[in-house]
């Protein structure tokens, strides 16, 4: 059961322009949410992050959405550039998972291309 | 370079066999973990270490088994190989929060 959704494997934007990344979640449990980026034959790398206690967090071009009670988040990229291309996973943790646990829960990515 | 480092980045082994993957944490990062990306999948978690032992373990097979050494590095390791092993596996390290950095890492194929 995927408790960390992603449900669209791609996405297309023109240089300039928003990205919008969606992610769903069904653990109720989940109260600290990351974005990771990939590139092709790359580790992901931390991108942004945001806590259960906040709706919203920005840096720079980055900005993560989280609505509780929707169980969504978002990320916007703006404007989004040709080196945002990569493959993005939203990932998931609950605080109480276990005393310095800290694992995470990843949804399956979403692939972004921006077109110059 | 992120810091974490595996080894090797390929693997082809035939089926039944074992293999171990290795895993060099960043520098001063005490907790390691592990991840496999099958075809279409996202990250699943395996298992982590912290400081030598056991943190945390997910949905990690009875045929795999991991360990965290006194220098830190772990190794992931798989046996009696099937098919559907074949994976990318991650190792992430962290100093202790949720911010990994991660390794580029080792593609095994099961033939």
């Known amino acids: 059961d995927q408790q960390v959704k992603q449900n669209s494997p791609s996405l297309s934007v023109q240089e300039g322009r928003i990205s919008i990344l969606n992610c769903d979640y069904t653990?109720?449990?989940?109260?600290?949410f990351l974005w990771y980026k990939k590139y092709p034959a790359e580790g992901p790398t931390f991108l942004i992050s945001?806590?259960?206690?906040?709706d919203k967090n920005e840096d720079g071009r980055f900005t993560v959405f989280l609505n509780k009670s929707a169980k969504h988040l978002s990320l916007h990229i703006v404007p989004s550039q040709p080196g945002d291309s990569a493959v993005y996973f939203c990932?998931?943790?609950?605080?109480?998972?276990?005393?310095?646990?800290?694992?995470?829960?990843f949804g399956k990515g979403t692939k972004l291309s921006v077109i110059p | 370079d992120s810091g974490v480092t595996q080894t090797p980045k390929h693997l082809i082994t035939a089926t039944g066999q074992r293999v171990t993957l290795r895993c060099s944490p960043r520098?001063?990062?005490?907790?390691v973990y592990w991840y496999q990306q099958s075809l279409d999948q996202g990250l699943q978690f395996l298992i982590q270490?912290?400081?030598?032992?056991?943190?945390a373990k997910g949905n990690i097979l009875e045929r795999f088994s991991a360990q965290q050494f006194p220098d830190l590095h772990s190794e992931l390791n798989l046996s009696s190989l099937e098919l559907g092993d074949s994976a990318l596996y991650f190792c992430?390290?962290?100093?202790?929060?949720?911010?990994?950095?991660f390794g580029s890492g080792t593609r095994l194929t099961v033939v």
């Open positions: 945001i806590s259960s206690i906040k």
């Open positions: 990932a998931a943790s609950a605080v109480a998972s276990g005393a310095g646990s800290y694992q995470l829960t």
């Open positions: 520098s001063g990062d005490l907790s």
């Open positions: 992430a390290s962290s100093v202790g929060n949720w911010v990994y950095t």
């Open positions: 653990n109720s449990m989940f109260d600290y």
């Open positions: 270490y912290y400081n030598g032992e056991e943190r």
